[in-house]
C-alpha cells in the first residue's frame, strides 16, 4: 500500500516542500508511528526538511552530527537501523514529539535509514514511536523496501529544483551563470515576506547591481548581504564586511580606500583598503548611514568609475568591486536634511531591498526559536531543550521591537536561568513564557500594527513630536524614544541598547549628539 502511494506522488508534478512533506505524511501513517522526519546533509549537519509530528520548531533546527550518536549511527549506515526502546543513546527528538504532552518522553521505539541519492549520502529518514516495541521486524523490513522510493522522491525534488534554476539563468539578461555558492550562514524562514525577499535577492544575485538592504535593526541584514554574494557569479571571490558605524571619522577613508606610506603620521608603508581588498568579490558596506559626508564623496566616485584613491597617492587605482550597503535609517530623510548625498544615495538604491521585522513573518519566529534552543542546548551541554505550549504563543505574540537578534538573546538568556534553577543537564528543560520575560516597552505596538505610528503622538506635556524641521522632529523622536526606554531600564544604559536592538557604543554617541549625556 505505501508502494503504491509513493509511486502515485512521483509520476505528479509537484513543488519540492509539498511532494517531501507528503511523503512523510504518508510515512507517518503508513507505519502508525508518532513522528516523521527527512533531514539533509549539510557539512557537519542534518537539517529537517518536512517532519510530520515533531514540534513546529524542530523545522528550524539543524543538529550537529557528531553530538548525536543516533543521527551519525544511520548516517554511516546504508540500511535500516533499529534502536531498541532500552537504548541508551541520547535521542535528538526527546521533548519534540508532538504527541507528548507536559511531560518528558517516555521510552519510545524508534529507526531510520539513509537517503542515498547517485550514490551519495544525501541525508537520513527517522520514525519515532511513543510505544515500545512499534517497530517489529516487519516494519524494519517495509521500511527497506521503501528506501529507493524515499531516494527517488528526494532525486525527482532535487531535478525539479535544477530545472528551475535553468530557467532563471536562461531568463537572465547576461551571458554569465552565477559561481558556486560557498557554504554560509543558513537563513531561516518559511514565511510568505522571507520568501519574497529571498526570490528577490536570488534575481539581483545573478546581475552585477548595487544592492541597498533596508530594515529595522536586528532583521539580519548582513546574512542577507552573504546570499547576494553567495547566488552571485563573484561567489568565489572574497566578500568584505565594513561596519560604516564602527569606523572613527578619523580613520574612515584609510580603512575604506588604503593609504601609501607617509600619508600621515605611523603610515610606515602602503596599505590596501577595504574596498581594494574585496577586487573581484563584494564590498558589504553595513549601516552605511553613517558614513561621514566627505567620504561619502569618494564612495561615489568608487561606484561611478570603478577605481579607488589611496590617502596620500597621486593616482587612482581600478578595482572591480560589487557593492552591496544595508541601512536602517531612511536615507531618504537624510538625503532631505542634507546629512547623505543624493546622487549616492541614487547610486546605492539602484536595487533596493526592504528586509520584513519579525513580527510581520509570521511563524518563521519558532522555526528561529527552534534553531536557537538547539545552538544553546548544544552550547549548554543539556540532553533536550524545548519551548512548552505557553512559550510558543507568548513567542508568537510578542511584537519583537529588536527583531531576530532580541529572540536570539532571548533563548539563551532563558536556558541560562532555567539552568540556575537547577535544572539538570540529564533531564528535558522546557523554556515557558515566564522564563522568556517578553514583557514589553511601555509604548511599543502589538504585534501586526504599525510601529511607525506612533511616531508624531503628543508627549507628556500634550505638545506634539513633531514640530520645526525634519531632521529636528526626528532628533525629537529619538530622544524621547531613549528616554523612555532609560525609564523602562532603570538607567542602565546597557539594557536599554539590548531593548532597542542597537549597540551599546552607538547608542552612546547618539544620546551624547541629542545632548542626553
Given at each position: 500500500?505505501?508502494?503504491?502511494?509513493?509511486?502515485?506522488?512521483?509520476?505528479?508534478?509537484?513543488?519540492?516542500?509539498?511532494?517531501?512533506?507528503?511523503?512523510?505524511?504518508?510515512?507517518k501513517l503508513a507505519f502508525a508511528c508518532d513522528a516523521v522526519a527527512l533531514l539533509q546533509h549539510d557539512g557537519e549537519t542534518l537539517r529537517a526538511v518536512a517532519a510530520e509530528g515533531l514540534a513546529r520548531d524542530a523545522l528550524g533546527r539543524a543538529f550537529v552530527v557528531g553530538q548525536h550518536p543516533r543521527l551519525s549511527t544511520i548516517l554511516l549506515s546504508r540500511e535500516v537501523v533499529h534502536f531498541e526502546p532500552g537504548s541508551t543513546l541520547p535521542d535528538p527528538y526527546d521533548g519534540l514529539v508532538d504527541a507528548m504532552v507536559g511531560a518528558p518522553l517516555p521510552v519510545h521505539d524508534c529507526m531510520g535509514a539513509p537517503v542515498v541519492v547517485?550514490?551519495?549520502?544525501?541525508?537520513?529518514?527517522?520514525?519515532?514511536?511513543?510505544?515500545?516495541?512499534?517497530?517489529?521486524?516487519?516494519?524494519?523490513?517495509?521500511?527497506?523496501?521503501?528506501?529507493?522510493?524515499?531516494?527517488?522522491?528526494?532525486?525527482?525534488?532535487?531535478?525539479?529544483?535544477?530545472?528551475?534554476?535553468?530557467?532563471?539563468?536562461?531568463?537572465?539578461?547576461?551571458?554569465?551563470?552565477?559561481?558556486?555558492?560557498?557554504?554560509?550562514?543558513?537563513?531561516?524562514?518559511?514565511?510568505?515576506?522571507?520568501?519574497?525577499?529571498?526570490?528577490?535577492?536570488?534575481?539581483?544575485?545573478?546581475?552585477?547591481?548595487?544592492?541597498?538592504?533596508?530594515?529595522?535593526?536586528?532583521?539580519?541584514?548582513?546574512?542577507?548581504?552573504?546570499?547576494?554574494?553567495?547566488?552571485?557569479?563573484?561567489?568565489?571571490?572574497?566578500?568584505?564586511?565594513?561596519?560604516?558605524?564602527?569606523?572613527?571619522?578619523?580613520?574612515?577613508?584609510?580603512?575604506?580606500?588604503?593609504?601609501?606610506?607617509?600619508?600621515?603620521?605611523?603610515?610606515?608603508?602602503?596599505?590596501?583598503?577595504?574596498?581594494?581588498?574585496?577586487?573581484?568579490?563584494?564590498?558589504?558596506?553595513?549601516?552605511?548611514?553613517?558614513?561621514?559626508?566627505?567620504?561619502?564623496?569618494?564612495?561615489?566616485?568608487?561606484?561611478?568609475?570603478?577605481?579607488?584613491?589611496?590617502?596620500?597617492?597621486?593616482?587612482?587605482?581600478?578595482?572591480?568591486?560589487?557593492?552591496?550597503?544595508?541601512?536602517?535609517?531612511?536615507?531618504?530623510?537624510?538625503?532631505?536634511?542634507?546629512?547623505?548625498?543624493?546622487?549616492?544615495?541614487?547610486?546605492?538604491?539602484?536595487?533596493?531591498?526592504?528586509?520584513?521585522?519579525?513580527?510581520?513573518?509570521?511563524?518563521?519566529?519558532?522555526?528561529?526559536?527552534?534553531?536557537?534552543?538547539?545552538?544553546?542546548?548544544?552550547?549548554?551541554?543539556?540532553?533536550?531543550?524545548?519551548?512548552?505550549?505557553?512559550?510558543?504563543?507568548?513567542?508568537?505574540?510578542?511584537?519583537?521591537?529588536?527583531?531576530?537578534?532580541?529572540?536570539?538573546?532571548?533563548?539563551?538568556?532563558?536556558?541560562?536561568?532555567?539552568?540556575?534553577?537547577?535544572?539538570?543537564?540529564?533531564?528535558?528543560?522546557?523554556?515557558?513564557?515566564?522564563?522568556?520575560?517578553?514583557?514589553?516597552?511601555?509604548?511599543?505596538?502589538?504585534?501586526?500594527?504599525?510601529?511607525?505610528?506612533?511616531?508624531?503622538?503628543?508627549?507628556?506635556?500634550?505638545?506634539?513630536?513633531?514640530?520645526?524641521?525634519?531632521?529636528?522632529?526626528?532628533?525629537?523622536?529619538?530622544?524621547?524614544?531613549?528616554?523612555?526606554?532609560?525609564?523602562?531600564?532603570?538607567?542602565?544604559?546597557?539594557?536599554?541598547?539590548?531593548?532597542?536592538?542597537?549597540?551599546?557604543?552607538?547608542?552612546?554617541?547618539?544620546?551624547?549628539?541629542?545632548?542626553?549625556?
Amino acid at each position: 500500500m505505501i508502494d503504491r502511494m509513493l509511486l502515485t506522488d512521483l509520476t505528479v508534478s509537484l513543488p519540492r516542500a509539498v511532494r517531501l512533506q507528503r511523503l512523510v505524511s504518508q510515512l507517518k501513517l503508513a507505519f502508525a508511528c508518532d513522528a516523521v522526519a527527512l533531514l539533509q546533509h549539510d557539512g557537519e549537519t542534518l537539517r529537517a526538511v518536512a517532519a510530520e509530528g515533531l514540534a513546529r520548531d524542530a523545522l528550524g533546527r539543524a543538529f550537529v552530527v557528531g553530538q548525536h550518536p543516533r543521527l551519525s549511527t544511520i548516517l554511516l549506515s546504508r540500511e535500516v537501523v533499529h534502536f531498541e526502546p532500552g537504548s541508551t543513546l541520547p535521542d535528538p527528538y526527546d521533548g519534540l514529539v508532538d504527541a507528548m504532552v507536559g511531560a518528558p518522553l517516555p521510552v519510545h521505539d524508534c529507526m531510520g535509514a539513509p537517503v542515498v541519492v547517485d550514490g551519495r549520502c544525501w541525508g537520513v529518514l527517522t520514525l519515532d514511536a511513543l510505544t515500545p516495541g512499534r517497530f517489529d521486524a516487519a516494519a524494519r523490513q517495509a521500511l527497506q523496501q521503501c528506501q529507493p522510493l524515499v531516494a527517488a522522491a528526494v532525486r525527482m525534488g532535487l531535478l525539479e529544483q535544477e530545472v528551475q534554476a535553468l530557467q532563471r539563468a536562461h531568463a537572465m539578461p547576461r551571458d554569465d551563470a552565477p559561481g558556486v555558492a560557498a557554504q554560509g550562514p543558513t537563513l531561516i524562514g518559511r514565511s510568505p515576506a522571507m520568501q519574497r525577499v529571498l526570490h528577490e535577492i536570488d534575481v539581483v544575485a545573478q546581475s552585477d547591481l548595487p544592492v541597498l538592504l533596508t530594515g529595522e535593526t536586528g532583521v539580519g541584514k548582513d546574512l542577507f548581504a552573504r546570499r547576494v554574494h553567495e547566488r552571485s557569479a563573484r561567489a568565489k571571490g572574497p566578500m568584505v564586511h565594513v561596519n560604516c558605524a564602527a569606523l572613527p571619522e578619523s580613520l574612515a577613508e584609510s580603512e575604506l580606500f588604503g593609504h601609501v606610506r607617509g600619508a600621515f603620521s605611523g603610515a610606515t608603508s602602503d596599505r590596501p583598503g577595504r574596498i581594494e581588498a574585496a577586487r573581484g568579490g563584494t564590498v558589504f558596506l553595513d549601516e552605511v548611514g553613517e558614513l561621514p559626508l566627505s567620504i561619502q564623496a569618494k564612495l561615489l566616485r568608487t561606484l561611478q568609475n570603478g577605481e579607488v584613491q589611496r590617502l596620500g597617492a597621486d593616482k587612482p587605482i581600478k578595482v572591480d568591486v560589487r557593492v552591496v550597503a544595508a541601512t536602517n535609517r531612511g536615507l531618504r530623510d537624510a538625503v532631505a536634511t542634507g546629512t547623505f548625498r543624493a546622487d549616492l544615495y541614487h547610486r546605492l538604491s539602484v536595487y533596493p531591498v526592504e528586509v520584513p521585522p519579525l513580527r510581520d513573518r509570521g511563524d518563521d519566529v519558532l522555526l528561529l526559536a527552534g534553531h536557537f534552543l538547539e545552538v544553546n542546548r548544544a552550547r549548554l551541554g543539556l540532553r533536550s531543550l524545548r519551548l512548552d505550549a505557553g512559550g510558543e504563543a507568548a513567542l508568537l505574540r510578542y511584537a519583537w521591537p529588536g527583531n531576530v537578534r532580541e529572540l536570539e538573546h532571548v533563548i539563551g538568556r532563558a536556558a541560562l536561568k532555567l539552568l540556575s534553577r537547577g535544572v539538570s543537564r540529564a533531564d528535558i528543560a522546557t523554556l515557558s513564557a515566564e522564563l522568556m520575560d517578553l514583557s514589553a516597552l511601555p509604548g511599543d505596538v502589538p504585534r501586526g500594527q504599525d510601529r511607525r505610528a506612533d511616531a508624531v503622538q503628543p508627549d507628556a506635556g500634550g505638545e506634539p513630536i513633531g514640530a520645526g524641521t525634519l531632521r529636528e522632529q526626528v532628533d525629537q523622536v529619538q530622544r524621547h524614544i531613549i528616554e523612555r526606554c532609560l525609564r523602562a531600564s532603570e538607567g542602565n544604559w546597557a539594557v536599554a541598547a539590548r531593548r532597542l536592538g542597537v549597540d551599546p557604543s552607538n547608542l552612546h554617541k547618539l544620546a551624547h549628539r541629542l545632548g542626553l549625556k
